[in-house]
């Protein structure tokens, strides 16, 4: 017997309930996957659901709000109040290949400064005392022939000191390193930070006129003067200086900086070393 319209309505009625409930427990399902942290992979859908699921994606993802991301700021270069004296300052190697001279071969006083790029010591005493030696520099009455050592890479945090090094030793083969110096010693991070990182030693050497190119650029990432760094360090191991970064020799003699501590900080009292060393020879 055929069933009545009012039943074949009622019946069409009980599937719909049937199939909404399936279609809301599906969601709840997916749901509680979701939130589990668990997600059906799209070969667990069925094949509709799959052709169909870029293009649902597209249009969650149309009417998702665009985020910008922020730029990341690179951090500032500080600048040293010596640096038009720097520019003008030659540079070389020392005679022994370990250490740089900077100023000029007839100065009467040689002033052997031992550093580290990682050294806020020795920070402090560029701070204090840079300007004055290359005023000296510049004037002949000084050369200063800089030692760097990087042992501080065994103590602190990651690789600084020789990629400073061999940075600065990158800026003496292309004609920057009195300027360049100084910025590494003007914008060193803090010790307990690795913050010698290529990307940062590249913007420095943005700041020295004709100093970036390829070759720069390639020696610093390359570490180059790897070799040069240990030989570098192995001077400064041999001198045995007793008050560590930053020591001095004066014309080849250590300069005892605990019985003269103002050398560090005081600007007229190395410069009346200086004086006294030129009239002694």
């Not at 019985?259 to 190395?270: E, F, G, I, S, V």
Request: proline residues 7%; charged residues 20%.
């Amino acid at each position: 017997m055929a069933a009545s319209p009012r039943v074949r309505v009622a019946k069409a009625a009980v599937a719909a309930v049937a199939l909404a409930v399936a279609v809301g427990g599906e969601a709840t399902v997916a749901k509680a996957l979701s939130e589990g942290g668990l997600q059906r992979t799209t070969a667990d859908r069925p094949a509709d659901q799959r052709m169909l699921a870029p293009a649902a994606a597209s249009r969650s993802l149309s009417r998702a709000p665009l985020v910008k991301a922020s730029p990341v700021k690179a951090p500032l270069v500080k600048d040293v109040p010596q640096r038009k004296v720097l520019l003008g300052l030659p540079a070389r190697l020392s005679p022994d290949g370990a250490g740089i001279d900077v100023g000029y071969a007839d100065a009467p006083v040689v002033l052997t400064v031992f550093e580290d790029f990682r050294c806020s010591t020795t920070a402090a005493f560029e701070a204090r005392q840079g300007a004055k030696l290359a005023a000296m520099a510049a004037a002949h009455q000084v050369l200063v022939r800089y030692v760097l050592e990087s042992s501080l890479d065994q103590r602190l945090p990651g690789p600084g000191a020789l990629l400073a090094t061999n940075a600065a030793r990158a800026a003496l083969a292309h004609g920057g390193f009195p300027e360049y110096h100084a910025l590494l010693f003007a914008n060193q991070p803090d010790e307990y930070t690795d913050g010698f990182t290529e990307a940062r030693l590249l913007q420095l050497a943005s700041s020295v006129p004709h100093l970036r190119g390829p070759a720069f650029d390639a020696e610093l990432h390359d570490l180059w003067y790897r070799s040069w760094v240990g030989q570098a360090q192995t001077a400064y191991t041999d001198a045995k200086v007793h008050h560590g970064t930053p020591s001095m020799l004066l014309n080849g003699q250590e300069v005892d900086l605990g019985a003269q501590p103002k050398l560090l900080t005081d600007p007229a009292a190395l410069g009346a070393l200086v004086q006294q060393a030129a009239k002694s020879n």
